[in-house]
């Protein structure tokens, strides 16, 4: 059995996610969970990753985590890959794959029958440079002539699936909206559960949420990882980006906080609205004391 935890930052998909695992145990069936927050799978980005301690992780397995160095590019096309022979291997030992993670590509892509276009090193290399000097605005605007849905759908900030909106229309000939998962036909047959919680109390969660990474030491932990080097996914992710422009002067702690809240409440929309379209979704309160009970019964155990 596969199932998907999904929903916007700060909904408690991990939490429910070894909660089931545990429940499933309880009742005989091994279960593991399979990363599926794009964030989550560097090395050494913890604390604003939100990512469970291996102490905290109940003895359940868990799979890509820590996988990438931070200098390293993601990539949702090698994930697919790698995501799925992770779920199929477990699969094939009878146990229970939970897939949980807010990013909503990252999920798309194993859930559902998709395969992403190719790549193109020079183009990507061209539109890269494009996009540092020029800034996400230029792109967007260049989006915008070739395919308005894609530049609607991705908003003129996000430069880097911006970047990748362009290649793909540019070796493909096609929207790219075309390229995007079609999210009807089922990779394997899987159960979604999704979670949700009223916009004003997410609001106030998010904003605790960035306050107190700050307080866990967001910023030490960004200031171990930059010798080595902060790829263009990793340092551009929120709260980290934030902490690089605080230890560098460029902003003050208070600034850096406003701005890492203000951009996870809009990732948190984002969310919301990616997941709103998977059709199959079952919907729990977050915040619901039985919510647990709910998910067993939706996936039938």
């Known amino acids: 059995m596969l199932i998907a935890v999904v929903g916007a ?5 991990s939490s429910l996610s070894l909660d089931l695992a545990s429940r499933l145990r309880d009742a005989g069936r091994d279960a593991e969970i399979v990363n599926a927050d794009a964030m989550q ?19 359940i397995p868990h799979h890509l985590l ?21 779920v199929d291997g477990i699969l094939a030992r009878d146990a229970v794959a939970i897939l949980v993670g807010g990013s909503g590509l990252y999920v798309s892509s194993v859930l559902y029958d998709f395969q992403f276009p190719g790549t193109d090193p ?5 539109l890269e440079a494009d996009l540092e000097s020029g800034g996400p605005g230029l792109l967007h605007r260049r989006l915008q002539n070739v395919d308005p849905a894609a530049a609607a759908a991705i908003g003129p900030a996000n430069g880097r699936r911006l ?5 793909v229309i540019e070796i493909t000939g096609a929207p790219f909206g075309a390229g995007l998962p079609d999210e009807t036909a089922l990779w394997r047959p899987s159960v979604t559960i999704g979670l949700r919680i009223p916009r004003e109390r997410l609001v106030e969660r998010l904003d605790e949420r960035v306050h107190g990474m700050w307080r866990e030491g967001l910023v030490a932990e960004v200031e171990r990882l930059m010798p080595a080097g902060l790829g263009v996914t990793a ?9 690089v422009a605080q230890l560098r002067g460029e902003s003050t702690e208070q600034q850096a906080i406003e701005q890492a809240a203000a951009l996870t409440r809009r990732y948190a929309r984002r969310q919301v609205s990616w997941f709103g379209r998977y059709r199959q979704t079952r919907w729990l309160d977050a915040d619901d004391p039985a919510r647990v ?9």
Do not use: N, W
């Open 235 to 243: 340092s551009r992710a929120i709260g980290y980006a934030q902490a």
């Open 163 to 167: 970047v990748r909106a362009l290649e």
């Open 293 to 301: 009970d709910a998910a067993m019964a939706v996936v039938g155990a």
């Open 122 to 126: 020079h183009v990507r290399a061209r």
């Open 41 to 59: 799978l560097y090395r050494g980005m913890d604390i604003g990753t939100a990512k469970v301690p291996l102490a905290e992780r109940r003895g």
């Open 9 to 13: 930052t700060g909904t408690g998909k």
């Open 66 to 86: 820590d996988v990438l160095e931070p200098r390293e590019e993601a990539s949702v096309a090698r994930y697919q890959v790698e995501a799925r022979e992770v």
